[in-house]
């Protein structure tokens, strides 16, 4: 515990014994935050100025893109907020149940709509906009914008706090904490302040299709309030890559958000032009002829970095007390997966129970709660590099991976009218596990079973 600090940043009143500070104010920073209300005073700190009314996005290149989150993604959230699945419904996201929410264009046919689970579908920045209004409420959270963290304090034994560099004025300060939590998502920067610090550099395993995601938005045209989220994908030619994928999901403001994605020579461009051309080269065309006659209401958005990748902190030796990594700065996944959100909140909640059992002075509490995520995101690795794509980069799909993808191709090929099935395919965060459970295993078809106080420094 840091006995020095009793005022902190921005005049906030220390008024626990101890202190976490979250870097990274996203989806998973909020959500540890959460997690440790009560447990400690929590700073968030956070690069960018975050939006100050509902009009303004987030800066994040991803949030462009369409975001679903899992019906077990959005249970670990209202575990964590509890209240936060109404407020999203009442800014107009819409909860809807898959599959019959949803209709999926596969290369074995159209999925049959049954009711299930519901997956939430709005923006990302409404997603991100609510929990980021309702966490710095909890008891003790405060949140620093427009502060960059930019090293790690200690030894390679234990974490002692970060330096922080306030974007606006160039300040540089030291922020000691008893508890350091990495939320800072895919490109994170810690890997190498551990480094700096005196430890292994982390293993990382990486694999990348080159799929690039391409999204505009478009007004429903009247009379299509209840249109569901619908996906396409084409067939993937043996051995060719991942095809191309259409994704239409209505979110709140009368608005439809269609994302495409595609690889190679079947990648999207940003040239608004030829944006219903791609979604209308997919065999199941529907979603091209949708939009076709659409007004559209934003320019065409890419994003390119949409590797996988897992880093494996918990292999670190010796482990650093006072520090834990969470969410996409872990288990990144390329945007076909759609897991991410899902993840950041099943870590959040790994946090929340080891606190709960441990205590934040436990010095084995990082590395329980980091364990813990490599178990959480196993299954969906594996399944996210279990795609045969041997145009992809680094890691080979491994064996367990194939089977997984093998017997999701042969779900989507005749058992998505399934209840067990359905139920497997939305709770997405242990797909290995739920498929192969018995209730849901289901005969596949031989064709398709061969897919979270300042010193001056
Ligand atoms: C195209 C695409 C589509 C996707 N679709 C889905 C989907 O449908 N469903 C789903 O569940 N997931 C989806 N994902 C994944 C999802 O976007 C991520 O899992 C999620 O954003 C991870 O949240 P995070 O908070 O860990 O990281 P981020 O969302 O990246 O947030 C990190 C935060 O840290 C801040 N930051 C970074 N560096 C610093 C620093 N040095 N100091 C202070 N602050 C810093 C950033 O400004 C940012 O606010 C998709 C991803 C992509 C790329």
Known sequence: ?????????????????????????????????????????????????????????????QARHAHLLSADGARAVESLLPGVSERWLAEGARALPLPSGASGA??????????????????????????????????GVGVLDATEAEGLTGTAEHVTGVRIRDTVTGRVR?????????????????????????????????????????????????????CPVITARSVPEEHAGPGRTATLVPIE???????????????????????????????QCVIGDLIADAEPLSEVHLA??????????????????????????VAAFAPDYGQGLSIAAHSALALRQALRRRGLDDPGLARTVQQSLARIAQAPWTDATG??????????????????????????????????????????VKPAARFTRPSASVPVPAAAAARRKPADH
């Open 1 to 61: 515990m840091n006995a020095s600090r009793s005022t902190g940043p921005s005049g906030l009143q220390f008024t626990h014994p101890f202190l976490a500070v979250v870097l990274g104010g996203g989806f998973t920073g909020m959500l540890a935050a959460a997690a440790l209300s009560g447990y400690a005073e929590v700073i968030v700190v956070e690069r960018e100025r975050l939006p100050r009314t509902p009009a303004l996005p987030t800066d994040l290149p």
């Open 106 to 139: 596969a290369p074995q046919g159209w999925s049959v709509r049954r009711p299930a689970q519901c997956v939430i579908a709005c923006s990302r920045d409404l997603l991100d906009r609510v929990v980021r209004e309702q966490v710095p409420a909890l008891d």
């Open 174 to 226: 030291r922020l000691d904490a008893d508890l350091v939590v990495d939320a800072t998502g895919r490109h994170s920067t810690t890997p190498d302040r551990l480094v700096q610090l005196g430890l292994p550099a982390v293993a990382e395993e990486r694999t990348d299709p080159g799929i690039v995601s391409a999204t505009r938005i478009f007004r429903a045209p009247p009379g299509a309030p209840n």
């Open 253 to 283: 403001g009368g608005r439809w958000l269609v994302t495409l994605t595609g690889a190679g020579a079947d990648r999207p461009g940003e040239h608004a032009d030829r944006f219903v051309p791609f979604a209308r080269r997919i065999p």
């Open 304 to 329: 390119r970095d949409t590797a996988s990748r897992l880093r494996r902190f918990e292999q670190l030796r010796p482990w650093p007390t006072g520090f834990v990594a969470l969410g996409g700065a």
């Open 387 to 428: 795609r045969p794509l041997p145009a992809a980069a680094g890691a080979r799909p491994s064996a367990a991976g194939r089977f997984v993808r093998g017997a999701v191709n042969g779900v989507l090929g005749t058992a998505l009218g399934r209840s067990p099935v359905c139920r497997a395919y939305v709770d997405v």
